[in-house]
């Protein structure tokens, strides 16, 4: 029998709100392991058979524990190494082939369109070469109304304002204003959008 101490959903979900660093070895790591296995098993479920619009959102909100609106969209495949730091808005569509590396958290809001291939990560290893598998999670949010294109990645600590266009390709390293189309490697605003 063990005394180490069981982190929940809740302190997961808090700790990663302040963006605490992770260590290798500490219970926090470990935990990350944990909701990785559980996320195998479910996106492998989610993934490998045909399933209706409800039985998607079903599962999507197994994977994530959290309510899921019955507006929200996906085209699987989807893959996650995690999933219970998802939060999702209404009407949010996520097409076929996205990755989700959220223990950092992802906030999708109301709205939004996630193209093909989109890639969101929420860690970094240590620059350290001696603490390299020690990680620092930080928050990803998209805005309400955010159009993602095909094959974009958007890098931990990023925030995309609403109503804004990410061009297919893309590779978001800093934050995107409202209103505004960002395109290219980093990608960069070229116009801002009349609504």
Known sequence: M?????????????????????????????????????????TSELNNKYHTPEEIRELFSKLTESDIDETFGLFPPFYTDCGKNIKIGKNVFIN???????????????????????????LNHDFNPNKRQNISPKHVKIGKNVWIGSDCTILPGVEIGDGAIIGAGSVVTKSIPKNTIAVGNPAKVIRKIQE
């Open 2 to 42: 063990t005394n180490e101490k069981t982190i929940t959903i809740q302190e997961f979900r808090e700790l990663m709100a302040k963006e605490t660093y992770v260590e290798t070895g500490t219970e926090l790591f470990n935990t990350f392991h944990k909701f990785s296995q559980e996320a195998l098993k479910i």
């Open 96 to 122: 076929a082939c996205c990755r989700f590396q959220d223990q950092g958290g992802i906030e999708i809001k109301e709205g939004t369109l996630i193209g093909h291939n989109t890639t969101i990560a929420t």
